[in-house]
């Protein structure tokens, strides 16, 4: 797979404060805030059914529970290797949407970080950053 | 990662005895500079991180923050000059009070404390729909539930399908999705609104 340009932004799991309180752990079953860990819009049937990136027209490769993604902050250059633990973002909630940092830009939202994930390669106050992501 | 390299550095540096630092005599005999002296260890993906810690603040003690985390482990969080603490926005150690929820990422020391580089106090990042919109509050359906966003004067930020971020809030429309970065208030459970980024 050619690394996929688009955005990344963060969310709770596993056990948490606050509105996250109430989000499980995942649909892996083993998400939690506090690893290294992410949601990917296809790690099933199901989950596609209702992220949609082909909706956007971004075509994302089939990635089961605990594939290893490496995932790299297009503002800072900042790479963090993590696994998927859950399903997400809903891409097609926001087709077409972009964010930038400069001339680098990322267009759809494509991978959902947990806070331990994005806090080693951007502040959790950014909440959207333009990305890259591989599998090597 | 040579930016994440120099932060550590200088974290180290502030934690280890800068005058002024806050808190900097109470390390006593770690011997730090084995801590410091290797590039950390990379984690594993999907492992848990030991440079991140979450959880409630349960007792604020000098620059130490006791807090108990989600998952019942305790965690001591030191503060230092060099740490960049967040509450809605940049904000300053005097803001923290128990009860606060957080997140912070720094260096764990070898006796398990976590020297933290920053912290996040009370943010929240929800996936909601707009039920409702009102005089300066927004109400969001999040996971079913019912959550109040206090649009902040001066503070809050609307980012429309990836425009620069504007302070007008009247663009929302109820049924759309958006994210929302924000500040959860502990003792009523609604949040204050950081920057709100919706869908076209």
């Known amino acids: 797979m050619a690394a996929v340009i688009g955005e990344m932004s963060w969310f709770c799991c596993g056990n948490t404060w606050g509105p996250c309180g109430t989000v499980g752990h995942g649909a892996c079953g083993t998400c939690n805030s506090g690893s290294l860990q992410h949601a990917w819009p296809n790690a099933s049937d199901a989950c596609l059914a209702i992220t949609r990136p082909d909706a956007c027209g971004v075509g994302l490769s089939r990635r089961t529970c605990g594939f290893r993604h490496y995932t790299t902050n297009l503002c800072t250059g900042s790479r963090i290797g993590t696994t998927i633990a859950d399903c997400g973002p809903q891409t097609d909630l926001f087709c077409g949407e972009t964010a930038c940092c400069g001339s680098s830009c990322g267009s759809n939202r494509i991978i959902d970080l947990t806070p331990a994930a994005y806090s080693a390669i951007a502040s959790l106050s950014s909440g959207l950053r333009p990305c890259s992501v591989d599998v090597v | ?200």
């Open chain 2, 1 to 200: 990662m040579s930016a994440t390299m120099d932060r550590r550095r200088l974290l180290s540096t502030a934690v280890l005895g800068g005058a002024g630092i806050v808190g900097a005599t109470a390390l006593g005999s770690l011997a730090p500079e084995a801590a410091f002296a290797a590039d950390p260890v990379p984690v594993e993906p999907g492992a848990p991180d030991p440079n991140f810690a979450e959880g409630r603040i349960s007792k604020i003690s000098g620059s130490m923050l006791l807090v108990t985390g989600s998952d019942a482990v305790l965690h001591s969080i030191r503060v230092t000059d060099g740490t960049s603490i967040w509450k809605l926005t940049p904000t300053t150690f005097d803001r923290i009070a128990i009860g606060d929820g957080m997140y912070a990422r720094g260096l764990r020391l070898p006796d398990g404390t976590l020297a933290a580089d920053s912290i996040w106090v009370n943010i929240v990042s929800l996936h909601a729909h707009v039920a409702a919109v009102g005089r300066n509050v927004l109400h969001l359906d999040h996971n079913g539930r019912r959550i109040v966003g206090h649009v902040v004067p001066g503070t809050t930020a609307a980012v429309y399908n990836g425009t620069p971020a504007v302070s007008d809030v009247s663009l929302l429309r109820v049924g759309r999705h958006v994210q929302v970065i924000g500040a959860w208030h502990p003792d009523t459970n609604e949040i204050d609104v950081a920057t709100v980024y919706a869908a076209a």
